[in-house]
């Protein structure tokens, strides 16, 4: 099974000076903060000081249907070395008018293969 790929590209993901982590997805920025019911992904701006790079590489955003390997809902998957993070968005991405939505952040690192697999 596979998912709809809806957008891949190269990120970074930085921590400022003021200790936020912060997700560039091409021209896009998005803050990720730990809210008081669980994380939540914020669209941002560039205007950021960055302290320190975290991690940096290849993503891919794809929503799932029908896949027994994921749960049917979107999921942003960013290299780390020779595996990818997985982060669920089960609302999709923040917009203006809807600046800021909930984030799942799991433990799982999924080789390349696998990834690839689902979304390509």
């Known amino acids: 099974m596979k998912g709809e790929l809806k957008r891949e590209g190269k990120y970074e993901l930085f921590k400022t000076s003021r200790g936020h982590q912060i997700i560039n997805l091409g021209d ?3 803050a990720l903060v730990k809210g008081q019911k669980g994380d939540i992904i914020v669209k941002s701006d560039a205007d950021h000081e960055k302290d320190k790079t975290l991690f ?4 891919y955003y794809a929503d799932f249907k ?3 390997d994921f749960q049917d809902t979107p999921h942003l998957f ?3 070395g020779d595996q990818f993070q ?3 968005l089960p609302e ?3 917009e203006e008018k809807d600046y800021q939505k909930k984030l799942v952040r799991t433990e ?3 080789s ?3 990834v690839l697999r689902h979304v390509k």
């Not at 940096?56 to 993503?59: N, Q, R, S, T, V």
Request: charged letters at 50%.
């Open 108 to 110: 799982k690192k999924l």
């Open 92 to 94: 999709g991405f923040p």
């Open 28 to 30: 896009e920025y998005y």
């Open 86 to 88: 997985e982060m669920i």
């Open 56 to 59: 940096k590489g290849k993503y």
């Open 66 to 68: 029908n896949d027994p």
């Open 78 to 80: 960013l290299e780390d």
């Open 112 to 114: 390349k293969e696998k």
